[in-house]
């Protein structure tokens, strides 16, 4: 079956610093999605993007944080001075876009802000 | 708006004996309902699946869940745990654009 891959699967910063995070979606999907879990928490959407735009985000997702697709194959998002309360789980999705299509996940990685 | 209840935040078996994982949901119409799974230090992995097809829906790993609109209720039961079933159970309803997640429920199987 296919995979969503992201990159790193673990990083560490120093509090201030900015972070790339990195995503491999499924070559053929056009929704792309990044969510997050906080340790102990539930999994929280973050925003959600199409044609190369946001189609919607959360309260979560403020001025802080961006996303991008460069080069039509990887999908970033982008945590410019970085908080404590940024550390969690950064999980990074795709999906064709149909409203009962299943996503598909990558295996998150592990933002630590120290 | 959709959004789902997850009533059981812990839930521990003996193996082989069933499992029984709580969610309701609440859509303003149909819902496309979820439920995917977290093993430690993996990603999330999708179990099942419904999208109005039929009620009862079979997923991997031996899980199916009922769809009961009169209860607004999808929960997920499999009638023989296993060692390799402890994990993070997630319902999630569709949006819009995104998917919501309930809170999660941690399965743990004793020997």
């Known amino acids: 079956e296919p995979e969503v891959t992201q990159t790193p699967s673990h990083q560490v910063t120093q509090m201030g610093q900015e972070v790339i995070l990195r995503c491999v979606p499924i070559?053929?999907?056009?929704?792309f999605y990044w969510y997050r879990q906080i340790l102990g928490q539930k999994v929280e959407f973050l925003v959600s993007f199409y044609n190369n735009e946001i189609s919607e985000k959360s309260e979560i997702f403020d001025d802080q944080f961006s996303v991008e697709r460069p080069d039509g194959s990887n999908f970033t998002l982008k945590i410019r001075s970085t908080k404590l309360e940024d550390s969690a789980m950064y999980f990074c999705a795709s999906g064709q876009g149909a409203l009962n299509e299943k996503l598909f996940f990558g295996s998150g990685t592990q933002l630590s802000v120290l | 708006a959709q959004s789902v209840t997850q009533l059981d935040s812990h839930v521990s078996v003996s193996e082989g004996t069933p499992v029984l994982l709580r969610c309701n949901y609440s859509?303003?119409?149909?819902?496309?309902l979820f439920w995917y799974v977290q093993h430690p230090n993996k990603g999330l992995q999708l179990l099942l699946k419904?999208?109005?097809?039929?009620?009862l829906v079979k997923g991997i790993n031996g899980f199916e869940a009922e769809f009961k609109k009169s209860e607004t209720s999808f929960h997920l039961t499999k009638p023989s745990a296993h060692m390799s079933d402890a994990a993070e159970y997630f319902c999630v309803v569709r949006g819009n654009n995104d998917m919501r997640f309930g809170a999660g429920t941690r399965l743990t199987v004793k020997p």
């Open positions: 070559s053929n999907h056009l929704y």
């Open positions: 419904y999208t109005s097809a039929a009620t």
């Open positions: 859509s303003s119409y149909s819902p496309s």
